[in-house]
C-alpha cells in the first residue's frame, strides 16, 4: 500500500513540474508575440506592418489554445490523482456501509470544490465483476481563458481508476469461543453465539460474494471450549471402525513405555495414543505433562514433537474420566466439581464450498463448559498449515498464499475439572496463572511460521483480557486486534477482517 502511495505522490509531482514547463513555454512564446507586436507597430513600411497584425491573430489562438490547455492539463492531473486515493481508501472498506462516503471525502480532500473553477460531476461509483473490481469515474469542466475568444467557452476532462482485489489464495480458520457464558446476552436480543454466528455469516457472504465455490479461498471452523472435539463435523464414531498403525517404535509420553502403533477413530483424521473408549465423544487432551519440564510439553508445538522423555506421535483422547458422569462426578473431578463436557461440534477443516462453511457455523448452538484458549488456538493452527492431520490446506501454492486465524473469545482462560489440561493449573481465573503463558508461547510460535492472528474481544472489556488478547494478535490494534462490546459492533469488526483480508491494487 505504501508503494502504491509513494507512485501517486510522484505522479502527482511530476504533473505539476510538466504544467510548469508548459507555463514557461507559454510566457516564453507571449514574450515573442509582444516583442513582435512592438517592432510592428513602429515598422515604417505599412504594408508590412497590416501583413504582421493579420499574421498575429492565429498565433495569439496558438498561445491561449497552449495556455487553456495547459489548465486543462493540471485538473485532469488532479483529478486522476483525485480518484486514485479515493479508490484506494473505499477499497480498505470494499464491504462498508460507509464505503461510498469515505471514497467522496478522499475525493474531496485531494479534489477541493471550485479547484481552477471547475465544476465536477462525480465520482461515479461501480462494483463489478462480483465485487472483484471498484470502478471510479469523474469528470472536470473549467472555463477557458482566451479560447473564449473563438466561442470555445469551457473545456471539459475526465479520469478513471480501478481497483481490484489481488490475486491470491486465502485460507482461514475461525477458531470461535462456545463456552457457556457464550449464552449470555449480546444486545439487541441477541446471544453471544447467535451475534458470531450471524457475524462469521456476513464474513463469508462478503468473501465468496455470489460464488457458491471459489478456488483460491477456503475457510475452516474450530468450535472450543474447555476441550476441542476433533472429529470431523457432521460425522458419526463407531468403535468398531477404529484402526491400528503401525509406526516406528516411540516412547509414549504419559505412560513411558516403548510404543509401536497409533489408533485412528473412523471419524477422525487425529492419531491418538491409545484406542478411544466406545462411548467417546471425540474431544483430545493438551500434550502437556505436569512435571516441571518445559521442553516436555507439546501443546505449542503443530504436529510430532520430541521431548526428553518420552515422544509426542498423539494426542491422548478424552474418555469418561474427563467427562460428566451422571449421578456422580467425573475421575478429574477436583474438590468434587464436575467435569466440562466435550462439544457436539467437530472440526470442519479447511474447504472451498460457501455452503458447507456457512452450515458449520449454523450449528454453532449449545454452549458450555469453561474456557481453554490455547486448546481452541492450537487446533486452528493444525487445520491451516499443510500435512497431516488436517491436510487441506495448499502444500506447494500457484499463487501468493495468505494464512490467518480469527480467534474469538469473551473470556480470560478459565480451569475446570477435565478440561484439555486436566485441570493442573488449577480451576477458576486463576487457572490463567499457568494458561496465559502456555497461549502466548503458542501465538509466538504461529505468527513465527507466517499465520496472522486476527483476535476478537467479545462483549467482555476486562483490561486483563485485553492485554492478553493484543499480545496474541499479530499487532496490538485494529485490524488485527478488535474489541466488540456487542452484536453490531462485533458485526462490523468481521466486516473489517474481510476487508483485511481482500487485499486491493490500483490497476489503472
Not at 170 to 184: K, N, P, Y
Not at 471 to 490: K, N
Amino acid at each position: 500500500m505504501m508503494k502504491k502511495l509513494k507512485r501517486l505522490i510522484i505522479s502527482f509531482f511530476t504533473a505539476c513540474y510538466e504544467a510548469h514547463r508548459l507555463s514557461v513555454a507559454v510566457l516564453e512564446t507571449l514574450r515573442t508575440v509582444i516583442s513582435t507586436l512592438r517592432s510592428t507597430l513602429f515598422c515604417t513600411r505599412g504594408a508590412t506592418a497590416l501583413f504582421l497584425g493579420f499574421a498575429t491573430i492565429p498565433l495569439f489562438g496558438f498561445v491561449g489554445l497552449a495556455v487553456d490547455a495547459s489548465r486543462g492539463y493540471m485538473v485532469k492531473s488532479r483529478l486522476s490523482h483525485a480518484l486514485d486515493a479515493a479508490g484506494l481508501a473505499g477499497g480498505r472498506v470494499f464491504f462498508s456501509d460507509t464505503r461510498d462516503a469515505d471514497i467522496n471525502m478522499y475525493f474531496d480532500v485531494n479534489f477541493p470544490p471550485g479547484y481552477m473553477d471547475s465544476t465536477v460531476v462525480g465520482p461515479l461509483i461501480r462494483a463489478v465483476n462480483d465485487d472483484e473490481l471498484l470502478l471510479l469515474e469523474a469528470r472536470a469542466t473549467i472555463p477557458t481563458r482566451f479560447m473564449h475568444l473563438f466561442n470555445i467557452d469551457t473545456l471539459t476532462v475526465s479520469a478513471t481508476a480501478e481497483v481490484k482485489r489481488r490475486t491470491q489464495i486465502i485460507e482461514v480458520v475461525m477458531a470461535i469461543d462456545m463456552s457457556g457464558s457464550m449464552t449470555s446476552s449480546a444486545g439487541g436480543g441477541q446471544s453471544r453465539i447467535q451475534a458470531a454466528r450471524n457475524a462469521a455469516t456476513e464474513m463469508i457472504n462478503i468473501l465468496y460474494g455470489d460464488n457458491a465455490t471459489k478456488d483460491l479461498l477456503k475457510i475452516g471452523l474450530v468450535p472450543w471450549n474447555a476441550k476441542v472435539n476433533v472429529r470431523r463435523e457432521g460425522t458419526s464414531y463407531n468403535s468398531a471402525l477404529t484402526t491400528s498403525v503401525s509406526v516406528p517404535d516411540f516412547v509414549n509420553p504419559l505412560t513411558g513405555t516403548v510404543q509401536s502403533e497409533l489408533y485412528y477413530a473412523n471419524n477422525s483424521p487425529v492419531p491418538l495414543l491409545s484406542a478411544p473408549p466406545s462411548n467417546w465423544r471425540g474431544c483430545v487432551f493438551n500434550r502437556y505433562l505436569d512435571n516441571g519440564i518445559a521442553d516436555d510439553d507439546a501443546d505449542i508445538h503443530l504436529y510430532e514433537h520430541s521431548s526428553p522423555t518420552g515422544d509426542w506421535q498423539g494426542w491422548e483422547p478424552v474418555g469418561p474420566e474427563g467427562e460428566p458422569v451422571s449421578g456422580g462426578t467425573c475421575s478429574l473431578s477436583v474438590n468434587g466439581g464436575e467435569c466440562t463436557p466435550c462439544l457436539n461440534r467437530g472440526i470442519t477443516p479447511l474447504n472451498n464450498v460457501k455452503q458447507t462453511i456457512l452450515d458449520a457455523v449454523g450449528d454453532l448452538t449449545s454452549p458450555t463448559g469453561n474456557t481453554n484458549i490455547p486448546q481452541g488456538l492450537g487446533w486452528a493452527w493444525r487445520v491451516l498449515r499443510p500435512g497431516a492431520p488436517f491436510d487441506e490446506a495448499e502444500v506447494a501454492p500457484q499463487f501468493p498464499r495468505q494464512q490467518a486465524i480469527i480467534l474469538l473469545t469473551d473470556g480470560e482462560n478459565f480451569g475446570g475439572n477435565g478440561d484439555g489440561y486436566k485441570a493442573v493449573f488449577g480451576t477458576g481465573s486463576g487457572a490463567g496463572s499457568g494458561m496465559n503463558p502456555r497461549l502466548l508461547a503458542l501465538a509466538a510460535n504461529i505468527k513465527a511460521s507466517g499465520v496472522q492472528i486476527y483476535t476478537i474481544q467479545f462483549a467482555n472489556n476486562g483490561t486483563a483480557l485485553q492485554t492478553l488478547m493484543q499480545s496474541v494478535a499479530t499487532e496490538p490494534e485494529s485490524p488485527f486486534y478488535q474489541y466488540a462490546p456487542d452484536a453490531d459492533a462485533l458485526r462490523d469488526v468481521f466486516r473489517e477482517v474481510a476487508n483485511n483480508l481482500s487485499e486491493l491494487r490500483l490497476s489503472k
